[in-house]
Nanobody, 127 residues
Framework: QVQLLESGGGLVQPGGSLRLSCAAS????????IGWFRQAPGKEREGVSC????????YNADSVKGRFTISRDNAKNTVYLQMNSLKPEDTAVYYC????????????????????WGQGTQVTVSS
């Protein structure tokens, strides 16, 4: 049974940092792409950062390039999202998702193509 469990969200001041974790069970990261997505109230879910199961290559949305870093620890079957220089517009519920790895890399811009989802963790950036 595939399960994803996010943790690490919270309240942080602008310019601060948070690290989100996505603990996976029921599958191994080598065979699945993992993505971090976010959804703010009244907005569509959007892809933030993704990592390919096949080779560990990463993809980042333009809005977070240079600030967010996705990584994985295969031994712990966990994917991380390090978020630095946070802005109020980063406030959202953050979800991790998984899909079987395939040709062409993770579909980071197409949330509706992902098979499995965690329950989400709230990130609030406010002074």
């Amino acid at each position: 049974q595939v399960q994803l469990l996010e943790s690490g969200g919270g309240l942080v001041q602008p310019g601060g940092s948070l690290r989100l974790s996505c603990a996976a069970s029921g599958f191994t990261l080598d065979y699945y792409d993992i993505g971090w997505f976010r959804q703010a109230p009244g907005k569509e879910r959007e892809g933030v950062s993704c990592i390919a199961g096949r080779d560990g290559s990463t993809y980042n949305a333009d809005s977070v390039k240079g600030r967010f870093t996705i990584s994985r620890d295969n031994a712990k079957n966990t994917v991380y999202l390090q978020m630095n220089s946070l802005k109020p517009e980063d406030t959202a519920v953050y979800y991790c998702a998984a899909a079987p790895t395939g040709l062409g890399g993770p579909k980071c811009s197409s949330w509706y193509l992902w098979n499995y989802w965690g329950q989400g963790t709230q990130v609030t950036v406010s002074s």
